[in-house]
C-alpha cells in the first residue's frame, strides 16, 4: 500500500514537471513571430493610425510603405542566423528609406506627434524598435 502511496505521488509530480515547461519565446524583438510581412505591415500602419490619426489615403501609402518595408527585411533576414554588417547597412537603409516615405506622407504635426510617440516609447521601455511603430 506504502509503495502504491510513492509511486501514485512520484507519477503526479513527473506529469506536473512535464505540464510546467514552457514553449520557447519567440526571438528578440518579435512579438508575432510567424506573422507575414502583410500582417506586419498592418499592424505598424494601425498602430501609427491609432497615434495620427491617419486620413484614408495618408493610411493606404503609409500601409505600401511598410508592406514594401517588412518584405524587403523579411528577405534580407532569410535563414535567420546572426546578420552580417553587410545586412545591417542595408536594413538600415531600408529603415531609412521607410521614415523618409512616411514622412513625406504626414503632415508636419502628424510626424510630430509619431516622433513625440516614438520618444516616450523610447522612455517607457529603453529602446524604440523600428517596425513596431
Known sequence: MKKNLILTF??????????????PAPARGEKHPNASPQERAKQATDKLNGVVKL????????????????????ALRGAGGPPSDETKTKMKALMDDREAKVK????????????EARKAQVNDRGAFKPGEE
Open 55 to 74: 486620413s484614408t489615403d495618408q493610411y493606404t501609402k503609409v500601409l505600401e510603405a511598410n508592406t514594401n518595408f517588412f518584405t524587403q527585411r523579411a
Open 10 to 23: 512520484a507519477m503526479a509530480i513527473m506529469t506536473l514537471a512535464t505540464f510546467a515547461q514552457e514553449t
Open 104 to 115: 513625406a506622407i504626414l503632415s508636419a504635426d502628424q510626424w510630430k506627434k509619431k516622433e
